[in-house]
């Protein structure tokens, strides 16, 4: 499986001695690709505003933060269930 965010969200059940794999919804798939690529963004808009202007900038590392808890609960839920 050369997706590794499907794969990370793939459940596996053992029901009768067999493996059952059940594939995650394609738009679930989407939303968390998307929410990693803004995560990568925001981390490399933090690193140019702290080697440009040498200051801290709260703002985007609440919302870096927001989105690492909205990804991280995503994958423990989608594991839980």
């Not at 798939?29 to 963004?41: D, E, N, P, R, S």
């Amino acid at each position: 499986m050369t997706d590794w965010v499907k794969h990370a969200l793939t459940r596996r059940r053992v029901h009768r001695g067999r493996v059952m794999a059940e594939e995650p919804d394609s738009r679930l798939v989407y939303v968390v690709k998307f929410a990693l690529g803004m995560t990568a963004g925001l981390v490399a808009l933090e690193i140019a505003h702290l080697a440009v202007l040498r200051t801290w900038n709260s703002e985007v590392f609440a919302a870096i933060t927001g989105l690492m808890g909205t990804v991280t609960g995503i994958f423990v839920g989608q594991k839980a269930q």
